[in-house]
């Protein structure tokens, strides 16, 4: 069982991966914005944290180095709907796991990819 931290301004999203993630037995926290984001990490340690990029208070990317000042060393798996290349490089070179599209089977993915980054010991690639 893990705990995982899931940052979406979808309220239903959030709902969803909730459920799923649920089903495969792991603790699941959300946020619907990158400050209550940011506040959670700060005072709860996750084992994965899952976030949007694009959020209208603080960016995925943002929420990223956030954690990564604050030693916060958990694999960090962005998502988005509207990919874009300079997004991915920031996204790999602040040391995020892995960023995720969000296309038909994105859930199926998004489970694969959590369950990847736990059995790496949260080592970043």
Request: hydrophobic share 45%; charged share 25%.
């Amino acid at each position: 069982m893990a705990r995982l931290l899931i940052v979406d301004p979808e309220e239903s999203l959030c709902q969803l991966l909730e459920i799923a993630f649920g089903k495969k037995e792991h603790l699941v926290d959300t946020a619907t914005s990158g400050e209550v984001a940011r506040a959670k990490i700060d005072s709860q340690t996750y084992d994965v944290i899952i976030s949007d990029v694009r959020m209208p208070d603080l960016s995925g990317l943002e929420l990223l180095e956030h954690a990564r000042a604050t030693k916060n060393r958990a694999p960090f798996i962005l998502m988005t709907a509207v990919p874009t290349l300079s997004t991915a490089i920031q996204a790999v070179n602040l040391g995020a796991y892995r960023y995720v599209i969000k296309t038909d089977s994105f859930v199926e993915e998004l489970c694969s990819v959590v369950e990847g980054a736990l059995k790496s010991d949260g080592e970043l690639r």
